[in-house]
């Protein structure tokens, strides 16, 4: 048998993200503690007049940029990256932005059917890779894309702690920047996956998702990697799990058996008993299928025990790719502020949901946050975050 | 870490072929003849004849490789996880897609080719069928300096040793969009077009079949050949 490897504690030594709700998470924050939303109606990105859906969480000034010359999702990227510190040369960066080539594919299209740049010159994910790594002035090319719909993050970061926690990488950068785009919306429009009105995670009568635009970058590393760097220790990621369901390509399973066995997994890894989480924050999209597979899963894993669970997602909207990387600040705020956001747009939670998600901001004095994140394909991810 | 490489199989325009045959795959131009779904799924895998070519060229090596490792039952759930690289993923459903949405202002897009525009369906759709429970995720092939499937392989490595899956499949699939004919060969992608996946899993005690010992230290995946160690940079050099 192969013996097991010792282990090395991994830390988050900085997180950055750029949503509807801000340009930062210093700011992201304060609006979801206030209970606010970004959801509006799409003004000038595309057209819905076609379409059932009219709302999105956009970043206005997006709009002004004309792609293909302006790119909105390296703008995006951009000020995201713009809002991290100066890291360790050596860094490894995995890039999860899942929809990346939407605005090339867009662009090219238009009203020719046979772009010729899509079979000479196609949009690669390591085409937003690399320029990470110039950017940032990272010496190193070597780097990850990961596409895993729409828990690439969330997996980024598993995949990024595990080479840490292996002692393969010292700081690894995980980011991700996706938008709202015509390309999105119209396909979950004509799933009609989104909300005629506006996403209200966990309500009784909650009926789709909203799309909203996001970006994210959170650093891992050692502790001595990054306090040798002048890098703070934010928390650490202790725990990480990921498993497919097995059930349907775009329909989560309903006894949640996918989730469960990622969350358990990720208790597993933190060696920690489901006692020891004191919050969970929800991929909480809003759908009435996830959010009851959710629920399904969380009384499988902690049975009636009740405690603070919430999403972001009626404030900033679905982020596709970079939504588990913006939700991981997000519990970070929450570890260190020891309370977790209102879920904006509950108004009337459902049963299951009652005594756990709710309109208001919630006490954390203690324990660990869980945040998971499922998506097409079957496959589910969970993180544990426990205070530095 | 050692490892233990159970099966393998591999889809070209150069032919097809599998680990246990001990053939090599050839990275030949021009698109891979594949295999009737009714020779490769059992029970049928409903859709495969509908689906675009890198669903169809993933699900076809996947379910071959599956066969060559003795794990191609279907009925029940195994923590049986799948990797996969690729440069242009799914770019061909991409474009088709959109342009479904172009007309009536997108009123009329379709729903099943936009399912097909995540790279990571092909895996769902292994996992579905095969009651695959493991990680499924999809990572880049780099333009250069990467072994084919390197970024693969290096992953579900890193899987197994993370206790993520006790099997994972590793691979690579590229259907890159076909350019009309009339087009000349100077606008054409050279990528070549085809699907490998190969079926690891850590060592055990147990004397279960192994086709080939491998080893992961510091990174790096090596198998052993003689008395010489040898680092696997692709999925070529597995079989």
């Known amino acids: 048998m192969n013996a097991s490897p010792e282990k090395h504690p991994v830390c988050i030594g900085a997180a950055t993200a750029v949503t509807a709700l801000g340009p930062s998470l210093d700011t992201l924050w304060p609006a979801l503690l206030e209970g606010r939303s970004a959801i509006g109606p799409i003004a000038t990105r595309f057209s819905t007049e076609s379409l059932s859906f009219h709302e999105a969480a956009c970043i206005p000034d997006l709009d002004s940029l004309s792609p293909p010359k302006q790119s909105r999702t390296v703008e995006l990227l951009n000020r995201c990256l713009e809002g991290l510190p100066a890291l360790p040369s050596q860094t490894f960066v995995i890039w999860t932005g899942v929809k990346g080539d939407a605005e090339y594919v867009e662009t090219l299209s238009g009203s020719d059917a046979t772009p010729r740049e899509a079979f000479t010159h196609p949009w690669l994910p390591e085409h937003y890779r690399r320029p990470v790594c110039e950017r940032l002035g990272l010496q190193t090319e070597d780097g990850l894309e990961l596409n895993a719909a729409c828990a690439s993050s969330t ?11 292996l002692g393969e990488r010292d700081t690894v950068l995980v980011c991700a920047a996706d938008l709202a785009s015509r390309f999105t919306f119209t396909g979950f429009s004509v799933l009609k996956a989104l909300s005629p009105t506006r996403c209200r995670p966990f309500d009784a009568y909650r009926d789709g998702l909203s799309l909203g635009d996001g970006a994210a970058a959170v650093l891992l590393g050692r502790e001595e990697a990054l306090r040798s760097h002048g890098l703070p220790v934010l928390g650490r990621l202790t725990g990480w799990g990921i498993a497919n369901d097995a059930n349907h390509i775009t329909g989560p399973a309903r006894d949640g058996c996918g989730l469960i066995a990622a969350i358990q997994r990720a208790l597993d890894e933190a060696q920690l008993s489901p006692d020891a989480l004191g919050a969970f924050c929800a991929h909480g999209t809003g759908t009435p299928y996830n959010d009851a597979m959710e629920l399904t899963a969380l009384e499988s894993v902690f049975g009636e025990r009740r405690f603070p669970l919430f999403s972001i997602k009626g404030a900033i909207g679905h982020t596709l790719g970079a939504g588990g990387a913006i939700e991981v600040g997000v519990c970070l705020k929450a570890l260190a502020e020891r309370c977790v956001p209102p879920t904006t747009g509950l108004e009337h939670p459902e049963p299951r949901a009652e005594g756990r998600a709710c ?7 203690n324990g660990a946050i869980l945040t998971t994140n499922s998506g097409f394909g079957g496959i589910n991810a969970a993180l544990i975050l426990e205070r530095a | 870490m050692k490892l233990t490489l159970t099966g393998g199989a591999w889809i070209t325009a150069g032919g097809r072929g599998l680990l246990s045959d001990g053939s090599k795959p050839l990275l030949a131009p021009g698109e891979p003849l594949l295999p009737r779904g009714k020779d490769l799924f059992d029970p049928p895998l409903a859709r495969y004849g509908r ?6 060229l993933g699900c076809a090596a996947v379910a071959l490789a599956l066969r060559d490792a003795g794990l191609a039952e279907t009925g029940r ?61 999809c990572v880049g092939q780099p333009l250069t300096g990467s072994g084919l499937g390197a970024s693969a392989l290096d992953t579900a490595c890193r899987l197994l040793e993370a206790g993520q899956a006790e099997t994972m499949l590793a691979g690579w699939i590229e259907a890159p969009p076909v350019a009309p004919d009339d087009w000349p060969q100077s606008e054409r992608l050279v990528f070549p077009t085809g699907a490998i996946f190969v079926v690891l899993r850590p060592e055990t005690d147990s004397a279960e079949p192994a086709q080939q010992a491998l080893f992961r230290e510091n990174g790096t995946l090596w198998k052993t050949t003689g008395d010489r160690r040898v680092p696997i940079q692709s999925l070529l050099d597995l079989f």
Do not use: W
């Not at chain 2, 689906?51 to 169809?56: A, P």
């Open chain 1, 155 to 165: 997996i980024g970061l598993a995949l990024g702690a595990q080479m840490i926690a």
């Open chain 1, 359 to 365: 309109g208001k901001t919630q006490d954390f004095p």
């Open chain 2, 51 to 56: 689906f675009d070519r890198y669903t169809r």
């Open chain 2, 77 to 137: 759930k195994r923590p049986i996880g799948i990797v996969s690289a690729s440069r242009t993923e799914c770019l061909e459903t991409d474009l088709a897609y959109y342009r479904t949405t172009l007309e009536n202002g997108g009123a009329f897009a379709s729903p099943n080719l936009f399912c097909y525009t995540q790279p990571g369906i092909v895996l769902g759709e292994c996992a579905v069928h095969f009651g695959l429970t493991g990680p499924t995720l």
